[in-house]
């Protein structure tokens, strides 16, 4: 079997990277079409070894697409995701714009892959946020082991997160400061270079930024509503990977020594937790490639029941494409056949 897949946003980081992993993984793809805005009409992109050129996502009829990812944005996924799903094509959207329906599954196929079964309410299945992703791979096996009754997370963020602009951002700045020109922030709200901003979206009420607020909504339906969670999140001049400092407080009592083995063999984990200079992971090691990275696992003796731990993994790769493709994978694994079979 094999599936006719358009990608919307295909010139974007994440677009681009959803093509090299469909290509680096082979999803059994009859027919791969990129699609973007019309100011990108015409340019070129590629899959594999391959060269595509880009579509222009808003006349593009989906009557024939199998799959279609979007990572274009929300007001995009709001406009063309639903017109997508109605023409028969299933999407799988990176944007927040669907995570919090409850008749959209939101979805990291190492933790709740059962949740998939509720695509076909709307043809939609919602990718979470880049920071939840990682999280929630780390703390699924130790939820199911010691039940997680609390988490506190501070998050370290590099600038591919918010884009092709934020981290032409970084570029600019850092080269700047070494010639002693001026600095002028124009995505972030201050410096980024040699700089740590804890600002990542809009401010709430509450004076929690809404990606804080996501990393709360999103761990609660993907992992468990009973768990609270507070997150502090953080721009740090890193291009890419995301890492995040957490500390859980779990109903039972569960050592950092089982937990290391717990997610030893934990699916998406990868341990490398040795307690001497450079056992450990940073977004260095991490970019490019698949895995969830977790180290300094430890005991937290200021509760009862308590770890804390470093968990790092590539913001392009399993906080967003690597995500997307994995949920297309179980999809076809589980329940997808294709519209059209391959001639």
């Known amino acids: ?97 669907f995570r919090m329906d409850p008749e959209v599954p939101l979805v990291v196929p190492e933790v709740n892959a059962d949740a998939l079964a509720g695509y076909t309410k709307k043809n939609i299945i919602a990718n979470p946020n880049c920071s939840t992703a990682q999280l929630v791979v780390a703390l699924k096996p130790l939820h199911d082991a010691a039940r997680i009754r609390r988490v506190v997370v501070a998050t370290y963020q590099a600038v591919s997160g918010a884009g092709n602009a934020a981290s032409d951002e970084l570029f600019r700045q850092t080269r700047a400061i070494y010639v ?37 909504a999103e761990t609660k339906k993907i992992l468990d509503p009973a768990i609270e969670l507070i997150a502090t999140c953080v721009r740090v001049p890193v291009f890419v990977g995301h890492s ?50 977790i180290s300094r696992i430890r005991r937290d003796p200021t509760v009862r029941n308590g770890l804390a731990m470093w968990v790092v993994s590539d913001n392009l790769r399993k906080g967003a494409a690597l995500n997307a493709v994995q949920i297309a994978e179980s999809l076809v694994a589980r329940h997808l056949a294709p519209r059209i079979s391959a001639s």
């Open 1 to 97: 079997m094999s599936y006719h897949v358009a990608v919307v946003g295909a010139t974007g980081l994440v677009g681009q990277e959803m093509l090299n992993i469909l290509a680096e993984r082979t999803f059994p793809v009859r027919e791969v079409t990129a699609l973007a805005s019309r100011k990108s009409l015409g340019q070129e992109v590629h899959f594999g070894e391959r060269s595509l050129k880009v579509k222009a996502l808003d006349n593009f009829d989906f009557s024939d697409v199998d799959i279609a990812f979007f990572s274009a944005g929300g007001s995009v996924s709001a406009e063309y995701a639903p017109k997508a799903a109605a023409a028969g094509a299933v999407v799988i959207d990176n944007s927040s714009h």
């Open 180 to 216: 002693n020109d001026p600095i002028e922030p124009e995505h972030f709200t201050k410096q980024i270079a040699f700089n740590v901003i804890p600002h990542i979206d809009r401010f709430l009420e509450d004076g929690a930024t809404r990606e804080e607020w996501k990393m709360v």
């Open 244 to 293: 995040e400092a957490v500390v859980a407080e779990f109903e039972r009592e569960i050592t950092p020594g089982s937990a290391r083995k717990i997610l030893r063999e934990a699916p998406g984990c990868l341990v490398v937790d040795k307690r001497e200079d450079g056992g450990y992971v940073t977004p260095v090691e991490c970019a490019g490639e698949y895995a969830t990275y």
